[in-house]
């Protein structure tokens, strides 16, 4: 069974199938914040739809993490740091991207278990 949450007529923001959620690049709503704000409110859209699919933090398995400018690498992992389950960390990749909208400076992609 295929389950998807926050459908558009683009894209569905997380999809469950096969026990496994599948969460789409999530980005913050104000481009105008400083990565440290970016990142606080990408998160909480994460944790956000980890709930509402059933899951949480300690089910990640897989963050891909995008920043327009890898020179904020280390101002994201302060607020990254604090945030992820440290019993459990997932796998995880950063690059540096050229993101949709010039204003984002952060966005991430995350697998999950349910």
């Given at each position: 069974?295929?389950?998807?949450?926050?459908?558009?007529?683009?894209?569905?923001?997380?999809?469950?199938?096969?026990?496994?959620l599948?969460?789409?690049?999530?980005?913050?709503?104000?481009?105008?914040?400083?990565?440290?704000?970016?990142?606080?409110?990408?998160?909480?859209?994460?944790?956000?739809?980890?709930?509402?699919?059933?899951?949480?933090?300690?089910?990640?398995?897989?963050?891909?993490?995008f920043?327009?400018?890898?020179?904020?690498?280390?101002?994201?992992?302060?607020?990254?740091?604090?945030?992820?389950?440290?019993?459990?960390?997932?796998?995880?990749a950063?690059i540096?991207?050229?993101?949709?909208?010039?204003?984002?400076?952060?966005?991430?992609?995350?697998?999950?278990?349910?």
């Amino acid at each position: 069974m295929i389950k998807r949450y926050k459908t558009g007529p683009r894209m569905s923001q997380a999809v469950a199938a096969g026990g496994t959620l599948y969460l789409a690049g999530q980005v913050a709503d104000d481009g105008r914040g400083s990565i440290e704000a970016q990142t606080r409110e990408v998160l909480a859209k994460v944790d956000a739809l980890l709930a509402e699919a059933g899951s949480e933090k300690a089910k990640i398995v897989a963050v891909n993490v995008f920043l327009s400018n890898i020179a904020d690498f280390a101002a994201m992992n302060t607020v990254y740091d604090a945030w992820v389950d440290r019993a459990n960390p997932p796998a995880r990749a950063c690059i540096e991207a050229r993101l949709a909208d010039p204003d984002l400076r952060v966005e991430m992609t995350v697998v999950a278990m349910l």
